[in-house]
């Protein structure tokens, strides 16, 4: 009604989006009377369409050798998607070596739950290096990531941000998000805690790594390993190294993080998993001579025993090309 729309102006000019440079600011015609439907009637879920049986379904047959990641994100997004009240946020935090799977799960995650996938204008994708590069901005910075994910939930509470590379994060930047992270949150009637973030990083990679390779020592399954051990490290790795986006962070400190989710290294079959997988998504018949070439050509580390591919599988899509 015009009553609401008069009503609604002052929050709009509240809201400084443009001064992030993101690059899909001002999609998707923002300013819609549904959308302000949507946060204030709460009924609305915007773009969300979550599929979690589609998405279980996908993790099964694609993602390699992650059990503790396709458990750990399933079992969070069940608890929480269908919850139309929720207590808090829900907020993932991978962590992994290169080319383990997370930016993959992450984009599976976004393509299952909003009906326009990754182009949806509810997704928000966050890159240090493109939208935080300079030191001396961080104050600046700071603002500007405040008021863009308060504009955001203003619009729809069914948001997702994604933050992807956080260890190339400034130190301090990301603890301006820590009122959205908790319970507290619910404002002129938008609900602040339907929102869901996840936080990408190689920090822990190491610790993991380690891990697994003791456990591979011993020769145990790597299924058998144990998570509660992985969190603990991991935490404490990203809280006491300022390169990994957490350094001190209040968030650890206030265990926002309502889900670790450890990135385990990817063996030689795993890495021939993700041959076959590009073969696939070629049309590729799954060739052995090629799944075997490939595979091989990738670095193993350590040293001594070669057990992990030093890059996961990230290199696989570019290099199968040489092996046809
Ligand atoms: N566990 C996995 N199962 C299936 N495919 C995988 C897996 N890990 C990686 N891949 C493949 O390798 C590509 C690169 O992986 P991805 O970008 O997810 O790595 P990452 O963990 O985000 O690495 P980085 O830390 O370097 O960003 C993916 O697009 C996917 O095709
Ligand atoms: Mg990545």
Same mark, same amino acid.
């Given at each position: ?93 991978? $962590? ?73 994060? $400034? ?28 936080? +990408? ?55 926002? +993080? ?67």
């Amino acid at each position: 009604s015009a009553m609401t729309r008069g009503g609604l102006l002052p929050a709009l000019v509240l809201l400084p989006l443009l001064s992030l440079p993101l690059g899909r600011v001002g999609a998707g015609a923002p300013w819609e009377q549904s959308a302000w439907h949507c946060s204030f009637s709460g009924a609305c879920e915007c773009d969300f369409r979550p599929d979690l049986s589609g998405l279980e379904c996908d993790l099964a047959i694609n993602l390699v050798g992650q059990h503790l990641a396709r458990e750990l994100v399933m079992k969070g997004l069940k608890a929480f998607v269908h919850n139309h009240n929720p207590e808090k946020p829900l907020v993932f935090s991978f $962590h992994g070596w290169t080319g383990t799977g997370k930016t993959y799960v992450s984009s599976l995650v976004i393509h299952y739950l909003f009906h326009s996938g990754s182009h949806s204008s509810y997704v928000h994708h966050f890159s240090p290096v493109l939208h935080f590069p300079h030191a001396e901005q961080i104050e600046q910075y700071k603002d500007n990531l405040k008021n863009w994910i308060q504009g955001n939930l203003t619009r729809c509470g069914r948001s997702l941000f994604l933050f992807d590379e956080m260890d190339k994060m $400034h130190p301090g930047l990301i603890d301006v998000i820590i009122p959205f992270l908790g319970p507290s949150w619910v404002v002129f009637g938008t609900n602040y805690r339907k929102a869901i973030f996840i936080f +990408i990083s190689n920090a822990g990679g190491e610790q993991i790594n380690q891990m697994t390779l003791n456990l591979w020592r011993a020769r145990k399954d790597r299924e058998e390993i144990s998570f509660k051990d992985l969190e603990a490290s991991i935490l404490e790795a990203v809280f006491e190294n300022p390169q990994s986006g957490f350094w001190k962070s209040g968030i650890i400190e206030q265990q926002l +993080i309502d889900y670790l989710v450890p990135f385990l290294p990817l063996k030689q079959h795993h890495v021939k998993q993700c041959v076959r997988n590009e073969l696939a998504s070629r049309g590729l018949q799954p060739q052995p001579e090629v799944v075997q070439a490939v595979a091989e050509s990738i670095p193993y580390f350590p040293e001594e025993e070669k057990v992990f591919s030093l890059t996961g599988c990230k290199t696989v899509a570019s290099r199968v090309p040489f092996f046809l």
